[in-house]
């Protein structure tokens, strides 16, 4: 069977007991186990405000995709209101950090590079003016949380941005810069830093530091030295926590949720700090965003906890909860994480459908990752050997990642298919090409589908796995949570197939139904749906 030009036929039901029909009105099946995450570089999705396109005189000559190319959060909030990610079926947002970056820029050996990519921090406590102000931060998140949209903040305590012409080394009781990273074990890991001019927060750091002067005087200059000094006073007389840069950082990161509502984390360089730095930000999140919904109630918020994705990188799912230094072994999930980006996918994903969902599912309901779920990803913007780089496979792709167990992670331009490859260009930045707005729109359409019907069904990416039939290629997935049950059944098949499949146990003789794909309806009879998938696709769902 030709897998990826596979017809996916999809059969639901849904049984929603009294007690969740008001959920229902709102979005009755949202968990985190199931979310569908679209990620971006704000620099390279949506340009929609040119006047902030320049700053701080980054006008040095480099290749065109390591200069900052104009994308902006206002970008990102109008395709939010275009509805872009609704009919994409996109659960949250994530989106390259959005501090102040370094000013000048670096040699990276492909050539000069500023820090279009937003993990070059300078000031934790200031936005990026060259994707907005934090007006536009609150607009933003305002405009994603009335959609049911959540937002993942990108965050980074591990280092500083480069040294350059413009921006000196902070102090040697804030940051290392030397030795380098070899991975060998967990020392050379941790205690290091990940690249040669990028300096490491030194977060195990048990005495007290004062504040950089880089810091100082900038806030001086902007005229906001006494109002961050009284905040941290505050935050050390509440906390008691000693003034070492872990807790400088952690109370700089939180404040974006006392201020904007921020849902999560995703938690850049996991594996390169002490563990224990993990649990502490995880304490005062938690803290923080239950704070922020005291404030401002809303439905979104009401009952969900704050999340935290970790990007531990070479974490893999089949592995289990534990990551393996070589001389040590750390469970980050006992650390504040409920969730980790899981880097096995991509090659996982060449296995056939059955040995990929079987898998997944056992060991995310039976093995070490029971109760807990990871986040799979065909792409990547640091992912060199993604699943489909030359982009041959893109409706494998997507069938494949939108309807695997665990949390789904879509990048940039999967759904159109943007080039991963670029003439001329090296490196890691053929990753992180512009979006190709407008491109592959049948293939969009395809990512759509596929995710809408996710979000309308937990069963998929929370539910358990079993196979029906072998040929036709027919499973069920199957939830249960909080008096609230979904089940489907989908099957796989080759384009043309005719087929009959028993639906006695989901759906009673003369249930109508609904394929969600053509906007057809169709009748049970005799216990059994009988489909010619002529279209490519077929959802069924129960009709309203």
């Known amino acids: 069977m030709n897998l990826w030009k596979s017809i996916i036929v999809v059969l639901a039901f849904i049984i929603v007991l009294p007690a969740c029909k008001q959920i229902q009105e709102q979005k009755p099946w949202f968990d985190w186990k199931n979310a569908t995450v679209y990620f971006m570089l704000t620099d390279r999705f949506y340009n929609a405000d040119e006047s902030n396109d320049v700053n701080f005189e980054r006008t040095h000559p480099t290749q065109d995709?390591?200069?900052?190319?104009?994308?902006?959060?206002?970008?990102?909030?109008?395709?939010?209101?275009?509805?872009?990610?609704?009919?994409?079926?996109?659960?949250?947002?994530?989106?390259?950090?959005?501090?102040?970056?370094?000013?000048?820029?670096?040699?990276?050996?492909?050539?000069?590079?500023?820090?279009?990519?937003?993990?070059?921090?300078?000031?934790?406590?200031?936005?990026?003016?060259?994707?907005?102000?934090?007006a536009d931060l609150k607009a933003l998140v305002e405009t994603?949380?009335?959609?049911?949209?959540?937002?993942?903040?990108?965050?980074?305590?591990?280092?500083t941005g480069p040294v350059t012409e413009k921006d000196a080394v902070w102090p040697a009781d804030w940051v290392r810069t030397e030795p380098q990273c070899t991975y060998q074990d967990y020392e050379s890991t941790v205690y290091c830093t990940l690249v040669k001019n990028l300096p490491d927060v030194i977060t195990e750091q048990t005495e007290e530091v004062s504040l950089p002067p880089q810091l100082t005087e900038k806030w001086a200059n902007e005229g906001r030295l006494e109002k961050e000094i009284q905040e941290l006073e505050e935050f050390f007389t509440r906390t008691g926590y000693p003034r070492n840069p872990s807790y400088y950082i952690i109370k700089w990161i939180t404040d974006y949720i006392r201020k904007y509502g921020i849902d999560g984390f995703r938690i850049d360089t996991?594996?390169?700090?002490?563990?224990?730095?993990?649990?502490?930000?995880a304490k005062e999140s938690k803290i923080a965003f239950a704070e922020w919904k005291k404030k401002h109630p809303s439905e979104l918020q009401k009952d969900q906890e704050f999340f935290i994705l970790g990007e531990t990188y070479n974490y893999a799912a089949l592995n289990g909860k534990d990551f393996d230094f070589g001389d040590r072994k750390v469970n980050y999930f006992d650390y504040g994480f409920d969730s980790q980006i899981n880097f096995g996918f991509k090659g996982d994903a060449h296995w056939d459908y059955e040995t990929l969902f079987s898998r997944y599912s056992k060991e995310l309901n039976q093995g070490e990752l029971k109760g807990l779920t990871t986040m799979n990803?065909?792409?990547?913007?640091?992912?060199?050997?993604?699943?489909?780089?030359?982009?041959?496979?893109?409706?494998?792709?997507?069938?494949?990642?939108?309807?695997?167990?665990?949390?789904?992670?879509?990048?940039?331009?999967?759904?159109?298919?943007?080039?991963?490859?670029?003439?001329?260009?090296?490196?890691?930045?053929?990753?992180?090409?512009?979006?190709?707005?407008?491109?592959?729109?049948?293939?969009?359409?395809?990512?759509?589908?596929?995710?809408?019907?996710?979000?309308?069904?937990?069963?998929?990416?929370?539910?358990?796995?079993?196979?029906?039939?072998?040929?036709?290629?027919?499973?069920?997935?199957?939830?249960?949570?909080?008096?609230?049950?979904?089940?489907?059944?989908?099957?796989?098949?080759?384009?043309?197939?005719?087929?009959?499949?028993?639906?006695?146990?989901?759906?009673?003789?003369?249930?109508?139904?609904?394929?969600?794909?053509?906007?057809?309806?169709?009748?049970?009879?005799?216990?059994?749906?009988?489909?010619?998938?002529?279209?490519?696709?077929?959802?069924?769902?129960?009709?309203?």
Not at 272 to 281: K, P, Q
Not at 392 to 400: G, I, L, M
């Open 65 to 134: 995709l390591r200069r900052f190319q104009g994308g902006d959060l206002k970008g990102i909030t109008k395709k939010i209101q275009a509805g872009y990610f609704t009919r994409l079926g996109v659960d949250a947002l994530w989106f390259s950090p959005v501090n102040e970056q370094i000013h000048g820029y670096v040699d990276e050996g492909a050539g000069d590079t500023y820090a279009f990519h937003g993990y070059w921090i300078k000031d934790w406590t200031s936005i990026e003016p060259n994707w907005g102000a934090e």
């Open 144 to 159: 994603a949380h009335s959609q049911n949209i959540r937002i993942l903040m990108d965050v980074i305590i591990n280092h």
């Open 270 to 281: 996991v594996k390169h700090i002490d563990e224990s730095v993990w649990a502490e930000l």
């Open 377 to 544: 990803y065909v792409s990547s913007h640091d992912d060199s050997w993604p699943f489909d780089k030359e982009r041959k496979r893109t409706f494998e792709s997507a069938t494949k990642l939108m309807l695997c167990p665990g949390q789904v992670q879509i990048y940039y331009g999967d759904e159109t298919a943007r080039p991963l490859e670029i003439e001329g260009a090296e490196g890691d930045v053929n990753l992180r090409g512009f979006m190709n707005w407008g491109a592959n729109p049948d293939l969009l359409v395809h990512w759509q589908k596929l995710g809408t019907f996710r979000q309308d069904h937990p069963a998929v990416g929370a539910g358990v796995h079993q196979m029906l039939s072998k040929s036709p290629y027919v499973f069920s997935r199957t939830y249960n949570k909080n008096g609230s049950k979904d089940q489907v059944i989908i099957a796989l098949v080759d384009p043309g197939t005719d087929l009959s499949i028993e639906v006695t146990e989901s759906f009673a003789d003369g249930s109508k139904l609904r394929d969600a794909y053509s906007d057809t309806y169709v009748k049970v009879s005799d216990g059994k749906v009988n489909l010619t998938t002529k279209s490519g696709i077929v959802l069924l769902e129960k009709s309203q």
